[in-house]
């Protein structure tokens, strides 16, 4: 079955760097997008944009900080999201999920989500 | 676009119906817009794309409605596992918005 799996929860200092992975597996890796989203302790999802898997062009959202990396590497079937100058706003539960775009669009896959906390 | 859902809070019991609203700042095609559910804890599910679609596995007792800026969300009967929070979304090709939440309740 179609299974998304994300790297595990990541502490990190304020200005570092990290970088979360989203292992897919149970079809075609370069067949569908995968989105990212983040939720912030308590709060609602936010909308970090998508990477076309095919090509690897990212598209990330409206407003975005220039902060968020999006990445793929066809050969282990995982996306990537990397997270530079971390801020404490950056401290969220981040989402990676299938996004289907053809004709409708949709997550319709989604992982467990990896917590993400900066502290000093 | 922002998706602005109501009301913020719904406090019903189980068997009873629950109608969910979302309104767009602008016209949005039905094809970019669905709604998900997430449970205390867990990830985001799918439950209807295209205004109206079930997902694959959704009960018939979700329900979704709408065109242009106004869009609803039904479920004619609660049962346990909906007392959760739910999202309308909108996203294409080079945008994407989640409403705010409404929290369903006992």
């Known amino acids: 079955q179609v299974q998304l799996v994300q790297s595990g929860s990541e502490v990190g200092r304020p200005g570092a760097s990290v970088k979360l992975s989203c292992k897919t597996s149970g079809y075609t890796f370069t067949t569908f997008a995968l989105a990212w989203v983040r939720q912030a302790p308590g709060q609602g999802l936010e909308w970090l944009g998508w990477?076309?898997?095919?090509?690897?062009?990212?598209s990330y959202a409206q407003g975005s900080t220039g902060r968020l990396v999006f990445s793929s590497d066809t050969s282990l079937n995982t996306a990537y999201l990397q997270i530079n100058s971390l801020k404490a706003e950056d401290t969220a539960i981040y989402y990676c999920?299938?996004?289907?775009?053809?004709?409708?669009?949709?997550?319709?896959?989604w992982g467990k989500g990896t917590t993400v906390t900066v502290s000093s | 676009i922002v998706l602005t859902q109501s009301p913020g809070t719904l406090s019903l019991s189980p068997g009873e119906r629950a109608t969910l609203s979302c309104r767009a700042s602008?016209?949005?095609?039905?094809?970019?817009f669905g709604w998900y559910r997430q449970n205390v804890g867990q990830a985001p599910r799918l439950l209807i794309y295209s205004v109206s679609q079930r997902a694959t596995g959704i009960p018939d007792r979700f329900s979704g409605s709408g065109s242009g800026t106004d869009f609803t969300l039904t479920i004619s009967r609660l049962e346990p596992e909906d007392f959760a929070v739910y999202y309308c979304?909108?996203?294409?090709?080079?945008?994407?918005?989640f409403g705010q939440g409404t929290k369903v309740e006992i």
């Open positions: 602008q016209n949005v095609n039905n094809v970019y």
């Open positions: 999920a299938r996004y289907f775009t053809y004709y409708y669009y949709y997550l319709d896959v």
């Open positions: 990477i076309n898997t095919n090509t690897g062009n990212p």
């Open positions: 979304h909108h996203s294409d090709d080079s945008v994407g918005t």
